[in-house]
């Protein structure tokens, strides 16, 4: 079985939930905490691993209590971590977000050892990895120079290249011409190609878009409730939403990528990567937690029978 190398962020997202937000210089009571390991790499590679695929995550965390609870938990659900570089001098990163009652959310992100992550390390981790790795699955939470050098890597490698290109703004061209497929979401496509995107014709206009202007051959735009859009070749192909009931949306796109990436080394086309993507994506969002939501194997099988 082929396996998928996620090269990404690790987070520990620290959440606080309040009545009200301090303001500044102010101490108030909140109403509970809890932690939760997260970061778009992490949470890809874990989907991949309880979707029974080999995944191998390259990625940085400090030498903290942070960095060992996030280890401990990709260890028990099967993520390949030999490659995690230890960033003595750095904190792990971390999200520091409170949430109200209407689950509006405020949001602080500390980089840390994940801005750590160099051109030299992705060599030493990819001079590992052996041909029974058939995809790279990248986003843009860690250094750029990182993010091109795993491209260049697995393009010598002749693994198919799909990059979530999120956060947008940090997105660069050269990262977009080694990409053979993109996932952004509405919100990505907008910044990058300047389209609206709400119906079929302005997708497939997003689609062209990103083909003549950067040379991606194919992207699929995620619409969140709304489902998603293939493009392949100037067509478009739209994959029905799956109709849930949705308590929690983070990491919706995080659970897609990484399916999205297990049915392609399984040899699986876009299109039919993608229906089984969205499967997976819509029960994550049944469940709390962008990591613990996603569901295993099993319970997808059970969920298509
Ligand atoms: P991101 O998390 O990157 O912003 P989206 O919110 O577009 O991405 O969600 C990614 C995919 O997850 C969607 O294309 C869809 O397949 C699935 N999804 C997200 N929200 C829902 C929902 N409420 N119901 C069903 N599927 C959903």
Redesign the pocket.
């Known amino acids: 079985m082929k396996g998928v190398v996620v090269v990404g962020s690790i987070n520990m997202d620290i959440v606080a939930v309040t009545n009200q937000y301090p303001a500044h210089g102010e101490t108030i009571f909140g109403e509970n905490m809890k932690l939760l390991s997260g970061g778009k790499g992490a949470n890809q590679a874990t989907t991949c691993a309880k979707l029974g695929k080999p995944v191998k995550l390259i990625g940085a965390v400090g030498d903290d209590a942070f960095g060992h609870e996030i280890e401990r938990s990709l260890l028990q659900n099967n993520v390949n971590i030999s490659s995690l570089k230890h960033v003595a001098e750095h904190p792990t990163g971390c999200a520091v977000i409170t949430v109200d009652a209407t689950a509006e959310n405020t949001m602080l992100v500390i980089k840390g050892a994940n801005e750590h992550l160099t051109r030299s390390d992705i060599d030493i981790c990819f001079s590992t990895i052996s041909d029974d790795y058939a995809v790279l699955l990248v986003q843009m939470e860690i250094p750029n120079e990182a993010v091109l050098q795993a491209m260049k890597r697995a393009k010598e490698k002749n693994m198919f290249i799909i990059l ?1 290109p ?1 956060p947008a703004e940090g997105v660069t061209t050269e990262a977009l011409t080694y990409a053979n497929l993109i ?6 496509t907008k910044v990058l190609t300047g389209i609206d995107v709400n119906s079929k014709e302005s997708a497939c206009k997003a689609g062209v878009f990103f083909e003549n202007h950067f040379g991606v051959e194919n992207s ?1 735009i ?7 859009l293939v493009y392949q070749n100037g067509e478009t192909n739209f ?1 029905e ?4 009931k ?1 308590i929690d ?9 990484g399916a999205l990436a297990c049915a392609i080394a399984d040899g699986e086309t876009i299109e039919s990567a993608a229906e089984f ?2 499967i997976v ?2 029960m ?2 049944t469940k709390m937690g962008a990591q613990d939501g996603v569901p295993r194997l099993a319970e997808v099988e059970h969920f298509c029978e």
């Open positions: 979530d999120a996932t952004p979401n509405w919100q990505e699929i995620k619409l969140g409730h709304k489902g998603a994959i939403p799956i109709a849930v949705a949306t983070v990491g919706a796109g995080d659970s897609f990528a993507a969205s994506a819509a994550k969002v």
